[in-house]
């Protein structure tokens, strides 16, 4: 079963994405700030794809991905960043796989995420 990262500071954003990727068939974990989502990745790094917020308490999003980004045990996971802050030509540059404004539109965000966690869905 593939498997989700959702680094999230606004619990009910978490806990939505989390009940939608559980019930499209992914492994869901979770942390609220980047500094508890590079604990538990170090620990556990089997995810295929991390959702990133960017405005997060404690570790935002731009030091959590320059973190993970110079780890090489974490390094090869994809990030989408999931934000509310904008366009990505109004963001300060971070380096990641993909983009999803909030709110996330769920058929996109599986269009997005399929492919980067080498997941095929058949069509109706």
Same mark, same amino acid.
């Given at each position: /079963? +593939?498997?989700?990262?959702?680094?999230?500071?606004?619990?009910?954003?978490?806990? /939505?994405?989390?009940?939608?990727?559980?019930?499209?068939?992914?492994?869901?974990?979770? !942390?609220?700030?980047?500094?508890?989502?590079?604990?538990?990745?170090?620990?556990?790094?089997? !995810?295929?794809?991390?959702?990133?917020?960017?405005?997060? +308490?404690?570790?935002?999003?731009?030091?959590?991905?320059?973190?993970?980004?110079?780890?090489?045990?974490?390094?090869? *996971? +994809?990030?989408?960043?999931?934000? !509310?802050?904008?366009?990505?030509?109004?963001?300060? !540059?971070?380096?990641?796989?993909?983009?999803?404004?909030? +709110?996330?539109?769920?058929?996109?965000?599986?269009?997005? *995420?399929?492919?980067?966690?080498?997941?095929?869905?058949?069509?109706?």
């Amino acid at each position: /079963m +593939p498997s989700v990262f959702i680094v999230e500071d606004d619990r009910d954003t978490r806990e /939505m994405l989390a009940r939608f990727l559980e019930l499209e068939g992914f492994e869901v974990r979770e !942390a609220a700030n980047g500094q508890l989502a590079l604990q538990s990745l170090r620990e556990d790094a089997t !995810a295929c794809v991390i959702l990133l917020d960017l405005m997060m +308490p404690v570790m935002n999003g731009w030091q959590f991905r320059k973190a993970q980004a110079t780890d090489p045990s974490l390094s090869r *996971i +994809p990030v989408v960043v999931v934000t !509310a802050a904008g366009g990505r030509d109004q963001i300060p !540059a971070i380096d990641a796989d993909a983009w999803l404004s909030k +709110p996330v539109d769920f058929d996109r965000l599986l269009a997005t *995420i399929d492919p980067l966690c080498h997941r095929t869905t058949e069509e109706p």
